[in-house]
T-cell receptor
Framework: GENVEQHPSTLSVQEGDSAVIKCTYS??????FPWYKQELGKRPQLIID?????GEKKDQRIAVTLNKTAKHFSLHITETQPEDSAVYFC?????????FGRGTSLIVHP | SAVISQKPSRDICQRGTSLTIQCQVD?????MFWYRQQPGQSLTLIAT?????????ESGFVIDKFPISRPNLTFSTLTVSNMSPEDSSIYLC??????????FGPGTRLTVL
């Protein structure tokens, strides 16, 4: 089955800095890579996703990149704000059920 | 997206009892899923709830412990049976929309004493 590794487990940045979270996957059949943001006590929310036919996707301050050859994908957040503080989960899916990474706790210090 | 509700939002239960969690979606969906999320941990899939057939369980989860119903395309229930403190967790349902996008319910926080 699919195995998703996510790093780092904790990331602490100053407001305005950039943050990068990296994930690797094992199954070359995976073709859909969503990212979820989970604030404390809330449900995971889909914030951005990328499919295997695309190398990069941007949405305002967040972007995701995908390297199919190396089987890794990354979430980039620019100009971080305190409200970006949350746990972020990556996932990889072959079109059926996603496998989630262990999560990254992002802390943005004002 | 999808509007998903869960009941109850939280509960405190005694060991040995059972709790049934309900998940309601605002429109028909083919795929519904049940996840468990222990404190500070990732999302672990319990089972896929299929309408008109038995649920498909992931390794480590069995129907006797987590019976699931899916009577129609907008509703599902998960029962946590014969509970022990190790079952204390957040239980989330999710639905899959077109293009594989998954949306989660607000979760049920279960504490077993």
């Amino acid at each position: 089955g699919e195995n998703v590794e996510q790093h780092p487990s904790t990331l602490s940045v100053q407001e305005g800095d950039s943050a990068v979270i990296k994930c690797t996957y094992s199954d070359s059949a995976s073709n859909y890579f969503p990212w979820y943001k989970q604030e404390l006590g809330k449900r995971p929310q889909l914030i951005i996703d990328i499919r295997s036919n695309v190398g990069e996707k941007k949405d305002q301050r967040i972007a995701v990149t995908l390297n199919k050859t190396a089987k890794h994908f990354s979430l980039h957040i620019t100009e971080t704000q305190p409200e970006d503080s949350a746990v972020y989960f990556c996932a990889a899916s072959d079109g059926y059920i996603p496998t989630f990474g262990r999560g990254t706790s992002l802390i943005v210090h004002p | 997206s999808a509007v998903i509700s869960q009941k109850p939002s939280r509960d405190i239960c005694q060991r040995g009892t059972s709790l049934t969690i309900q998940c309601q979606v605002d429109s028909q969906v083919t795929m519904m899923f049940w996840y468990r999320q222990q404190p500070g941990q990732s999302l672990t899939l319990i089972a896929t709830a299929n309408q008109g057939s038995e649920a498909t369980y992931e390794s480590g989860f069995v129907i006797d412990k987590f019976p699931i119903s899916r009577p129609n395309l907008t509703f599902s229930t998960l029962t946590v049976s014969n509970m022990s403190p190790e079952d204390s967790s957040i239980y989330l349902c999710s639905v899959e929309r077109e293009s594989n996008e998954q949306f989660f319910g607000p979760g049920t926080r279960l504490t077993v004493l």
